[in-house]
C-alpha cells in the first residue's frame, strides 16, 4: 500500500485568495489523483495527472484550477480564486497493485470565509 | 456516466453482530472494478476491499467480505463480527478504463456495545 502524505491538514482562506494544497508521495509514483468531498456528501472526481500531464479532469475542475508536480515529487492542486463553495476536504490519491486500484491521502480541509 | 446508488444512508449493529450495506452500479463497461472504501471520523478514506468485475468468486478480507452479482449489478458489503472501531461512513465505488473512481453516497455505520 502506497503511502503519501498532505498538506497542510486544515487550511482557513478568505474569499479570493489563492491557495495551494500539496500531496507528497512517499514513493515514486506516475498516476496521481485528485478528489473532493463537501461535507455530507459523497466523494467527486476532480483531476488524473499522469507523467506530468492532465489525463482526465471533470466538469468541477474549471479555470480556477491547476494540478502541478514542481519538482518531480510533490504534487499540487492550486485554486486560483476560492469561493466559499471550494470549502470541502481535499484528497489525492495514489495508485496502487494496479492502475485501478486507488490509495488516498489523509486529506486537506480547506475552509473558505 | 458511471452511477453508484447506495439506498441505505443508516445502518446500525449491535457489537459481534452482522451487518450488510447495499450497493448497485449502472454500467455499460464489461470490465471494470469495484471497492468499499471506510471513512472514520478522521475522514481519512481506507480502502478496505476490492473486486475485479471478471472474477466470479467474492472477495473476502477478514471480517469483510463482499457478495457481487454481476447480472444484477450488485455490490453488498458484509461486516461480520462488528467491532466499535467498524463504526464509520462506508462509501462503494467503482471503476473503469478512465481510472475514475465512482462514489455512492454512502452508509453511516453505527455500532452498539
Known amino acids: 500500500e502506497p503511502e503519501v502524505t498532505q498538506t497542510p491538514s486544515h487550511q482557513v482562506t478568505q474569499m479570493g485568495q489563492e491557495v495551494i494544497l500539496r500531496c507528497v508521495p512517499i514513493s515514486n509514483h506516475l498516476y496521481f489523483y485528485w478528489y473532493r468531498q463537501i461535507l455530507g456528501q459523497k466523494v467527486e472526481f476532480l483531476v488524473s495527472?499522469?507523467?506530468?500531464?492532465?489525463?482526465?479532469k471533470s466538469e468541477i475542475f474549471d479555470d480556477q484550477f491547476s494540478v502541478e508536480r514542481p519538482d518531480g515529487s510533490n504534487f499540487t492542486l492550486k485554486i486560483r480564486s476560492t469561493k466559499l463553495e471550494d470549502s470541502a476536504m481535499y484528497f489525492c490519491?495514489?495508485?496502487?497493485?494496479?492502475?485501478?486500484?486507488?490509495?488516498f491521502g489523509p486529506g486537506t480541509r480547506l475552509t473558505v470565509t | 456516466a458511471q452511477t453508484v446508488t447506495q439506498s441505505q444512508p443508516e445502518m446500525s449493529v449491535q457489537e459481534a453482530e452482522t451487518v450488510t450495506l447495499s450497493c448497485t452500479y449502472d454500467t455499460s463497461e464489461s470490465d471494470y472494478y469495484l471497492f468499499w472504501y471506510k471513512q472514520p471520523p478522521s475522514r481519512q478514506m481506507i480502502l478496505v476491499i476490492r473486486q475485479e468485475a471478471y472474477k466470479q468468486q467474492n472477495a473476502t478480507e477478514n471480517r469483510f467480505s463482499v457478495n457481487f452479482q454481476k447480472a444484477a449489478k450488485s455490490f453488498s458489503l458484509k461486516i461480520s463480527d462488528s467491532q466499535l472501531g467498524d463504526a464509520a461512513m462506508y462509501f462503494c465505488a467503482y471503476v473503469a478504463s478512465d481510472y475514475k473512481l465512482s462514489f455512492g453516497a454512502g452508509t453511516t455505520v453505527t455500532v452498539r456495545a
Open positions: 495527472f499522469y507523467n506530468n500531464e492532465i489525463s482526465e
Open positions: 490519491a495514489l495508485t496502487g497493485r494496479d492502475s485501478y486500484e486507488q490509495y
